[in-house]
């Protein structure tokens, strides 16, 4: 089945200690990005990647990395955590970066940051 | 920059109601537009996409068509259902350069029976 995963789905931590959530899609897809969930904000672009080794900033990065090694994956990493990143995130991914390409996006990951 | 703005929810309509949320975009060049339903504890899911002015996208009874001229993109369903509550959310996705996506606030419709 054709599918973004990540982990962990939900995840209660403190201040200042390092987390990564994963994320790893099966479809061969190119372009990978993350997202965080809002309320009354929707979803802005944290990070986003046209293919390995190729990642770029979207519009909320700070306090956020990435990586890219793999095709498949695509983790995101709080280096230092802080309580205003208490968010939904989503990870996605597409068949290629470009205009007219639809996302297929995993389930969430649900983070508290105390 | 470039920006999506969708209307204020939460929209309650009684089933086999006239559905519409309004979507409008700020964008240079020509964008893809999409919209995206969430159902409660999902991810988002693509309801309907248009790549270029004119184009109506259509699925599942819900249709929204890409009018350059008004920088919108409206979706609208004749008669819902109450499987049909969820959240709606608009995006676009840059034309050239960044391959930035970006989302509406989104709308939240419940169907009552």
């Known amino acids: 089945e054709a599918q973004v995963t990540q982990n962990p789905r939900y995840l209660i931590t403190v201040t200042g200690k390092k987390l990564t959530v994963t994320c790893s899609q099966n479809?061969?897809?190119?372009?990978m990005s993350w997202y965080r969930q809002d309320p009354g904000l929707g979803l802005r672009q944290i990070y986003y990647?046209?293919?390995?080794?190729?990642?770029d900033k979207g519009d909320v990065p700070e306090g956020y990395k990435v990586s890219r090694k793999e095709k498949r994956n695509f983790p995101l990493i709080l280096e230092s955590p802080s309580p205003n990143q208490t968010s939904l995130y989503f990870c996605?991914?597409?068949?290629?970066?470009?205009?007219?390409?639809?996302?297929?996006f995993g389930d969430g990951t649900r983070l508290s940051i105390l | 920059g470039n920006s999506v703005t969708q209307m204020e929810g939460p929209v309650t309509l009684s089933e086999e109601a006239f559905l519409t949320i309004n979507c409008t975009y700020t964008?240079?060049?020509?964008?893809?537009l999409f919209w995206y339903v969430q159902y409660p504890g999902e991810g988002l899911q693509l309801l309907l996409k248009?790549?270029?002015?004119?184009d109506k996208g259509s699925n599942k009874g819900f249709e929204a068509t890409y009018r350059k001229e008004t920088t919108s993109f409206h979706l609208e369903k004749g008669s819902v259902q109450v499987s049909d509550s969820a959240v709606y959310f608009c995006?676009?996705?840059?034309?050239?350069?960044?391959?930035?996506?970006?989302f509406g606030t989104g709308t939240r419709l419940k169907v009552l029976a």
């Open positions: 995006a676009l996705s840059e034309a050239s350069g960044t391959y930035k996506y970006i």
């Open positions: 479809m061969n897809h190119e372009y």
């Open positions: 990647s046209m293919n390995v080794e190729v990642t």
């Open positions: 964008a240079t060049g020509y964008p893809s």
């Open positions: 996605a991914s597409s068949f290629r970066g470009g205009s007219n390409q639809p996302q297929h």
């Open positions: 248009a790549t270029k002015a004119d």
